[in-house]
């Protein structure tokens, strides 16, 4: 069974950094394609960064590029989201999801239903 559990969320001021966390169980690592996505109260659902644990690519989307960064660390099974400079606008539940390379093309692949997601955490940044 897959299983995803988030971690580091938190309150931050504008301008400051967080760490989120994403460990992963129940699958081989090497073979998925893990991603953040983020959902702010009244809004849709939106991808953050994904990273293809199979050939080390990577997306952005363009509100985060520079100032996020996502790595993976395959003996540890986790994965990471680096946010620097944060904005209000980042404020959000964030969430990590897990899907098979086999299915991933494109962010939109995610809302796949063979896609695994985590319960997500808190991240506010005040201004």
């Known amino acids: 069974e897959v299983q995803l559990v988030e971690s580091g969320g938190g309150l931050v001021q504008a301008g400051g950094s967080l760490r989120l966390s994403c460990a992963a169980n129940?699958?081989?690592?090497?073979?998925?394609?893990i991603g953040w996505f983020r959902q702010a109260p009244g809004k849709e659902r939106e991808e953050v960064s994904i990273?293809?644990?199979?050939?080390?690519?990577?997306y952005y989307r363009d509100s985060v590029k520079g100032r996020f960064t996502i790595s993976s660390d395959d003996a540890k099974k986790t994965m990471y989201l680096q946010m620097n400079s944060l904005k209000p606008e980042d404020t959000a539940v964030y969430y990590c999801?897990?899907?098979?390379?086999?299915?991933?093309?494109?962010?939109?692949?995610?809302?796949?239903?063979?896609?695994?997601w985590g319960q997500g955490t808190q991240v506010t940044v005040s201004s």
């Open positions: 999801a897990a899907l098979s390379v086999i299915f991933y093309d494109s962010p939109e692949s995610f809302s796949s239903n063979f896609a695994r």
């Open positions: 990273i293809n644990n199979r050939d080390g690519s990577t």
């Open positions: 129940g699958f081989i690592f090497d073979d998925y394609a």
